[in-house]
């Protein structure tokens, strides 16, 4: 029997197989899908995502960043980071960066489904593997997560999605870009001498190229043709009762979901990885809905607060010209979260 048996080779699960190798545990990673798998995501690491990749021993390529801005089609709005730069990576070159550290530490890495948890007093079975906890780090919608029923249930407020694509350019900011429009956001991050990620958040259902029209000061931009097919994600908001059930403990996306406004979902996916893998040390699995609660607070706190004004058409055009009126309230937001 071993210790950790993690569903799920993204950033999340990656990250807590590293630090529960670090701490002596015996642990092994399930994960089905050759590596490194692209989803579609931001790509844009605040500073504290950047320095718990330092604390692990991971080390990414990509593109300095220094704040966020805002932009609307009249606005600017941008807030520097205080406390070091953020990174613009790839996902493919985050995951395989974290993959070649857990490698160095000897993490097996299996193609194994998780498709069924089976657990008693000590110990859980899954995939043919049999281990004192089991790490759910299967993403948004997780299959773990259906199966042991932890969803708080429907949301009634609209469903937001997630689409993004690269542009082969040199970035012309060292800051995230966040193009408001009526409907939608467009996140703008450099990731490379002559590589660019644009995601588009919303509510709407529609192909990528009709989305990016609704930004016509960033469409003048950019080149005619992007250089990645557009993937998607959505929908984005998951609510979870709790995320712990016995001995099958919930991190990542997995874990439950406010939005990606605010950029946090990688620095607080590696926050709960390590407070996940205290909670194995300890073998107190009760402490660690309350310690991800704790990790996450400022994100969800912040964010659905973003996403309320958002929501609200009397405040939702008022965002970023408030953001230019008042930069020390949106630099001190800004930097509460990195």
């Not at 021993?57 to 941008?78: N, Q, T």
């Not at 008693?120 to 995939?127: E, K, P």
């Not at 966040?178 to 259902?205: F, I, M, Q």
């Amino acid at each position: 029997m071993i210790d950790l048996l993690v569903a799920g080779g993204g950033p999340a699960g990656l990250a807590t197989a590293i630090h529960a190798a670090r701490a002596g545990l015996d642990v092994v990673v399930a994960e089905p899908r050759p590596g490194p798998v692209d989803k579609a995501c931001g790509e844009g690491l605040m500073p504290s995502a950047v320095r718990s990749l330092a604390a692990l021993g991971v080390s990414v390529a990509g593109r300095p960043l220094h704040g966020i801005a805002y932009v609307d089609e009249r606005h600017r709005a941008e807030a520097r980071f205080r406390a070091g730069p953020g990174r613009g990576v790839r996902r493919t070159e985050l995951q395989a960066a974290l993959a070649a550290t857990a490698a160095e530490l000897g993490v097996p890495v299996l193609p194994l489904r998780v498709d069924g948890v089976r657990q008693d007093g000590d110990r859980v079975t899954a995939a043919g593997i049999t281990a004192r906890y089991l790490a759910a780090a299967d993403g948004l919608h997780s299959p773990i997560r259906r199966g042991l029923r932890l969803g708080a249930g429907p949301d009634p407020r609209p469903a937001r999605y997630g689409l993004r694509r690269h542009f082969a350019m040199p970035p012309w900011s060292d800051c995230v870009e966040v193009h408001w429009s009526a409907r939608a956001e467009a996140y703008v991050t450099p990731l490379g001498p002559r590589l660019v990620g644009v995601a588009v958040l919303t509510c709407d259902r529609a192909p990528f190229s009709r989305q990016l029209a609704a930004f016509p000061r960033l469409l003048e931009r950019l080149p005619a043709e992007a250089v990645t097919p557009a993937r998607g994600a959505g929908p984005l908001r998951q609510r979870v009762r709790t995320r712990a059930a016995g001995r099958v403990l919930l991190v990542g996306d997995a874990a439950g979901y406010v939005d990606a406004l605010t950029g946090e979902g990688i620095a607080v996916a590696l926050a709960s990885a390590e407070q996940l893998v205290r909670c194995v040390l300890a073998d107190r699995p009760q402490d660690y809905d309350r310690a991800w609660r704790q990790a996450s607070r400022d994100y969800r706190l912040l964010t659905a607060s973003l996403l309320w004004l958002r929501g609200r058409p009397w405040s939702a055009r008022r965002i970023v010209p408030a953001a230019a009126r008042c930069p020390a309230l949106f630099a001190a937001a800004v930097n509460r979260l990195s």
